[in-house]
């Protein structure tokens, strides 16, 4: 069974950057699609980015899109998304989980699984 670990959050200023990342173990990793969720204090989980097994397919929630880049190396069993121009809004535990279900939508959190531990990104004004 794969589990995924998530590394790379840290306390930043606004404006800054970081890139967080998704190490995998297990054979199977680049079969699955991997999502990023972010769930700040009070407020629902989103779905912020996914990327397909093969990284050629890419998603992006509108509240990050254009700030973020989700990419993947499978020979490291690691996906990856790095966050540029961060804000204060940013700030959340960010997880990676890998798509099990296929629904209408990459953006809900219940076709997804293996869960990660999450790492906590916090931004400062």
């Not at 779905?47 to 899109?65: C, E, L, P, Q």
Request: aromatic share 10%; glycine share 12%; hydrophobic share 30%.
């Amino acid at each position: 069974q794969v589990q995924v670990v998530e590394s790379g959050g840290g306390l930043v200023q606004a404006g800054g950057s970081l890139r967080l990342s998704c190490a995998a173990s297990g054979r199977s990793f680049s079969t699955y699609t991997v999502g990023w969720f972010r769930q700040a204090p009070g407020k629902e989980r989103e779905a912020i980015a996914a990327i397909n097994g093969r990284g050629a397919i890419t998603y992006y929630a509108d509240s990050v899109k254009g700030r973020s880049i989700i990419s993947r190396d499978n020979a490291k069993n690691t996906v990856y998304l790095q966050m540029n121009s961060l804000k204060p809004e940013d700030t959340a535990v960010y997880h990676c989980a890998l798509r099990l279900r296929y629904g209408s939508t990459w953006t809900n959190g219940d076709q997804y699984g293996n869960w990660g531990q999450g790492t906590q990104v916090t931004v400062s004004s």
